[in-house]
């Protein structure tokens, strides 16, 4: 049972590029998680998905970035015109389960890429 | 101020010590997350708890609810056991939706 894939595992970009960032979950996974961690600091949330649903994109800048997980495929993190400030590590995180109890949301127990590492030149 | 806070920063041991790394949240959560993060940044999940304590191998997890404090424990620590541990709250309010809020995490470097 292979875990969370995610490719490319780098990737390199020139300012106003655009950059495409794979996630495959586990087998089994309907739940989706993308996070941020830009150098030397720690892991941020961007985005949390469902098959074909975009649940909570709270974490994710308003312009540029993009998110989808569709019925077939990968979850795709998309980031247009590249600027230098997006060179971070993206990890996608899976989960069997998520939710909510009442108006709190829950997480399952997250399964982890190897995250993909951006560098915007 | 964090609402996810952990210590220390920066912790180094020698091979064989137990090792005790804090995390403290400043409202109720649903659970906490331990990870590990390796050199070279892949991240695995050690630990999901939302009462009492887990314990895998060398390593134990515990949490009081009533505190809002977790701790985990590294006992006999190895220079393998060298990453950075960070913990990441599931936070008991509505704006946190199903997302977690991480420490800043604690880079542990065990010498042989």
């Known amino acids: 049972n292979a875990g969370v894939m995610q490719n490319p595992r780098h990737l390199v970009r020139r300012r106003g590029q655009e950059a495409r960032l794979r996630c495959s979950p586990m087998?089994?996974?309907?739940?989706v998680y993308w996070y941020r961690q830009l150098p030397e600091e720690g892991l941020k949330f961007m985005v949390y998905l469902q098959k074909e649903n975009i649940i909570d994109e709270s974490g994710m800048p308003k312009e540029r970035f993009s998110a989808e997980f569709p019925k077939e495929g990968p979850s795709i993190l998309r980031i247009q015109q590249v600027v230098r400030g997006d060179s971070a590590a993206y990890f996608c995180?899976?989960?069997?389960?998520?939710?909510?109890?009442?108006?709190?949301?829950?997480?399952?127990?997250?399964?982890f890429g190897e995250g993909s590492r951006l560098t915007v030149l | 101020k964090n609402e996810v806070e952990q210590s220390p920063q920066n912790l180094t041991a020698q091979e064989g010590e137990f090792i005790t790394i804090n995390c403290s949240y400043s409202v109720g959560i649903s659970a906490l997350h331990w990870l590990q993060q390796h050199p070279g940044g892949g991240i695995v999940s050690l630990f999901m708890?939302?009462?009492g304590k887990k314990k895998h191998g060398r390593l134990i997890a515990t949490i009081n609810i009533q505190e809002k404090h977790s701790s985990l424990h590294i006992t006999a620590s190895h220079p393998r056991d060298s990453a950075v541990y960070i913990c990441?709250?599931?936070?008991?309010?509505?704006?946190?939706?199903?997302?977690?809020?991480f420490g800043g995490g604690t880079r542990v470097l065990v010498k042989p």
């Open positions: 087998k089994g996974h309907s739940h």
């Open positions: 990441a709250a599931q936070l008991l309010i509505k704006a946190a939706g199903n997302k977690l809020t």
């Open positions: 708890l939302s009462s």
């Open positions: 995180a899976s989960s069997k389960t998520s939710g909510t109890i009442g108006l709190v949301g829950y997480t399952g127990e997250l399964f």
